[in-house]
């Protein structure tokens, strides 16, 4: 059993999404006060994951969350690199987010925002090429979210602005369509992605599958929710 469009559904209310933005802008803003390049660099090098600082063996990886050696997981989802890297990441939050959040509620689409964030940065910290490399932003989350949404609204339609020489036209195309091109488009950075910069691409992938299988796994739950309401 599928979700319905999730714009026909009555609204709930939504404050993880909204809140989520304000706390990426907030420290986007914070980052760009600071006084020069290298107290910038220092703050993303103490609050982004870092690759090469994961536990070797699985002792240390079941003492790694009570040492806090995890918590830059969680906090390179807050910090972004540039205002393009921010305002990218919070375009497509905003669009899945808010659907994905009035459907599973706020507390448990803040776990999906969270642990799919974390993960695709364990799987980026593990894939680099290179150690000691910071690893920021909140992509590998957003795409959670998306994986998420696909999961829950597999027939939903977004709306689009499509230009056509001299006019925009407003379409509605299906959101599996424009889902499967982001997705494509991830599999070909993966691949050609050092020619764009160091972009953790895998991670992306990683959240996405993360979210798809989140959501699947939560759909039963989210579906007596949506009863209640």
């Not at 689409?109 to 090429?129: I, Q, R, T, Y």
């Amino acid at each position: 059993m599928f979700l319905g469009d999730p714009s026909r559904r009555r609204p709930q209310r939504r404050w993880a999404t909204p809140l989520l933005v304000l706390l990426q802008s907030g420290v986007f803003v914070w980052l760009v006060l600071l006084p020069d390049l290298g107290a910038r660099q220092a703050a993303l090098s103490r609050w982004g994951a870092v690759s090469g600082a994961l536990p070797d063996r699985l002792v240390e990886w079941m003492s790694a969350p009570l040492d806090g050696r995890f918590m830059g997981l969680f906090t390179a989802l807050f910090m972004h690199a540039d205002w393009s890297h921010l305002l990218g990441n919070l375009l497509f939050l905003l669009i899945f987010g808010l659907s994905s959040e009035r459907a599973m509620g706020a507390p448990r689409f803040l776990v999906l925002f969270l642990l799919g964030g974390a993960f695709a940065n364990v799987v980026a910290a593990l894939l680099m090429d290179s150690p000691n490399r910071v690893i920021v932003g909140s992509s590998g989350a957003v795409s959670a979210v998306i994986g998420a949404y696909l999961a829950l609204f597999p027939r939903a339609r977004l709306g689009i602005v499509v230009p056509l020489g001299l006019f925009m036209e407003f379409v509605r195309a299906p959101a599996s369509l424009l889902i499967g091109i982001w997705a494509l488009l991830q599999v070909i950075f993966t691949f050609v992605g050092p020619a764009f910069g160091a972009v953790a691409w895998w991670a992306h992938l990683a959240g996405f599958a993360f979210g798809v299988v989140f959501a699947l796994l939560a759909r039963p739950a989210i579906a007596r929710r949506l009863r209640r309401g």
